[in-house]
């Protein structure tokens, strides 16, 4: 069955733990990297490097409460989607590649340094 995850041990009982985390799965499936928890901090952040410096972000804070986004080289943000993880992650997933014709470029604004 196309696109079906099959989590470890332990990422299975993250996910029976807290379902909604499964949507994260597909993401770290296309290459995503996601950031060290902080302490204190209540989101998940996760970023896709992209050749000739584009990136792909995304913020988790709740089931309801996630921001996805894409920064060009100069970190400037050309597409952004907020709202349910299943949604942002499912948006983060169609978007095309950022040389193709259809990718967004049209900058919104400035996004966060990310390293």
């Known amino acids: ?13 993250i996910v029976r733990a807290y379902p909604p985390l499964r949507h994260l799965l597909y993401l ?5 990297r996601f950031l060290p928890l902080q302490p204190g901090r209540d ?10 410096g584009w990136r792909d972000a995304i913020r988790f804070r709740d089931a309801d409460d996630a921001l996805g986004l894409r920064l ?3 970190t400037a943000i050309t597409w952004e989607h907020t709202g349910a993880l ?7 997933l169609a978007l095309p590649h950022p040389r193709s ?5 049209l900058a ?3 996004g966060p340094e990310l390293r």
Do not use: H, N, T
């Open 72 to 74: 060009d080289r100069d």
């Open 43 to 52: 989101q998940i952040d996760g970023v896709r490097v992209w050749p000739d």
């Open 86 to 92: 299943a949604d942002v992650v499912q948006e983060l």
């Open 28 to 32: 770290r499936d296309a290459a995503w």
């Open 1 to 13: 069955m196309s696109g079906l995850i099959v989590p470890g041990r332990a990422e299975a009982e």
């Open 101 to 105: 014709r259809l990718a967004p470029r």
């Open 108 to 110: 919104k604004g400035r």
